[in-house]
């Protein structure tokens, strides 16, 4: 089967996108509330209406790409987004905004099914691994360059001068007074109307899926629901996937409403470097899985991440603006662990697993929105200690895991 370069090329960009979409609610959520003046819960709706949409789409798109193949869900889905995207930023308020997100949500959610059998194929199976890493170091980068591109864009035409590039002045006649982050979203609009048109341009190669890749049949699902081990992971997904979104959408709103700092600099600078640091630490996590058992890697840096988050809670602000983002470099390695012990941990249906697992990453819907509740109830502070709760989960994986096989290490592989 033919390698295509070009295709993983765009399968890379593709995922630079999708994290320059995701990743961009958490230093949102201080202007959300004061620009349209609703509470926490409120605002906590936002990520639910994107992360809800994994939940909805992720197995069911499965069939989809498999009817209609890789380019046409592709095309579509960017399609949906755009549609999403023009929505708020032409009419912005709350209510178009719930629907905005979901719609692009959605649209991440097929966007994530569709592009990895594509990388597997474009790239070659024996690189598929490498190109999997690449990509998520990708993934991360943009998560990093999101808030910061915020920042640029918000100061700017908040304190507009002569001396502004021509997109600048575009934006300032397109984005209502008093409402300069609104303005992401026409950079979103452009940025997908140049991927839709990337992607119309490219010829794809067939994809033929492996049976880890199938979407599977309704029996599978029927069968995997019965497993322990399938709906322990879905929990530890669900989770994990709470405690990142939960610590990251409200970091800006917490160092501003207990420290004074402002959203537009500081917050969103720590946001970035929250993802930044994730990213980092990926590094470090892949070099630790080829010393340790990946039950104990987990356990290391599960501690780490609670520690953090407690010197983020209730340190003074300098600790706390260092504190947040030490906490995304302690959960970076919680996502490749879970999901390579839940898919070990189960012989059989790996395709269908893949799609449940998935499903999982709802928890980034229903924990923020669980935070914004108490939040409202008893302050944002012992809101954000819910975290200790998910994050307790993830710390006990390593005392329940049993998979089938374990990850390889330089000292089991010198054994065999």
Request: hydrophobic residues 55%; aromatic residues 14%; proline residues 5%.
């Amino acid at each position: 089967m033919k390698r295509s370069s070009y295709i993983v090329g765009l399968v890379l960009l593709t995922f630079f996108v999708m994290s320059l979409l995701t990743n961009i609610l958490g230093p949102l959520i201080p202007d959300v509330i004061r620009s349209f003046h609703v509470s926490l819960t409120d605002a906590a709706l936002l990520p639910f209406s994107f992360f809800i949409a994994y939940g909805i789409f992720s197995v069911p798109v499965g069939f989809l790409v498999e009817l209609w193949g890789e380019k046409k869900v592709m095309i579509v889905s960017f399609a949906v987004a755009l549609a999403g995207a023009l929505f708020f930023a032409l009419l912005p308020g709350y209510h178009v905004f719930l629907v905005s997100l979901f719609l692009i949500g959605g649209s991440m959610a097929a966007l994530q099914v569709a592009i990895n059998p594509l990388l597997r194929v474009a790239g070659g199976e024996e690189h598929f691994a490498f190109n999997e890493a690449l990509a998520q170091l990708i993934f991360g980068s943009a998560s990093f360059v999101s808030p910061l591109l915020y920042s640029y864009v918000v100061l700017h035409l908040r304190h507009p001068t002569g001396k502004a590039s021509f997109p600048l002045l575009a934006l300032q006649k397109l984005v209502p007074s008093g409402l300069p982050w609104v303005s992401m979203y026409w950079i979103f609009s452009g940025v997908i109307i140049l991927m839709l048109v990337t992607l119309a341009a490219s010829r794809f190669p067939r994809v033929n899926r492996t049976e880890e890749e199938q979407a599977g049949t309704a029996s599978m699902y029927s069968h995997l629901l019965t497993k322990s081990a399938a709906l322990l992971f879905f929990a530890s997904v669900f989770m994990y996937v709470g405690s990142e979104q939960g610590t990251a959408d409200w970091i800006s709103q917490f160092l501003s409403q207990y420290h004074g700092y402002d959203p537009h600099t500081i917050g969103a600078t720590a946001v970035a470097w929250f993802w930044g640091l994730m990213t980092a630490g990926c590094g470090l996590g892949m070099l630790l899985l080829k010393l340790f058992d990946s039950r104990k890697v987990l356990l290391f840096f599960s501690l780490g991440a609670i520690a953090s988050l407690t010197v983020a809670l209730f340190g003074p602000g300098a600790a706390a603006r260092l504190a947040f983002p030490l906490t995304g470099f302690f959960a970076s390695v919680m996502w490749p662990v879970i999901i390579s012990l839940g898919l070990n941990s189960v012989a059989e249906y790996h395709g269908p697993l893949a799609g449940i697992l998935c499903a999982g990453i709802m928890g980034g819907a229903i924990v923020p929105l669980i935070v914004g509740r108490i939040g409202d109830a008893f302050g944002l502070r012992n809101g954000m200690m819910f975290l200790y709760c998910t994050f307790g989960w993830v710390l006990c994986i390593p005392f329940w895991a049993k998979p089938l096989i374990a990850n390889e290490t330089f000292r089991s592989k010198k054994a065999q």
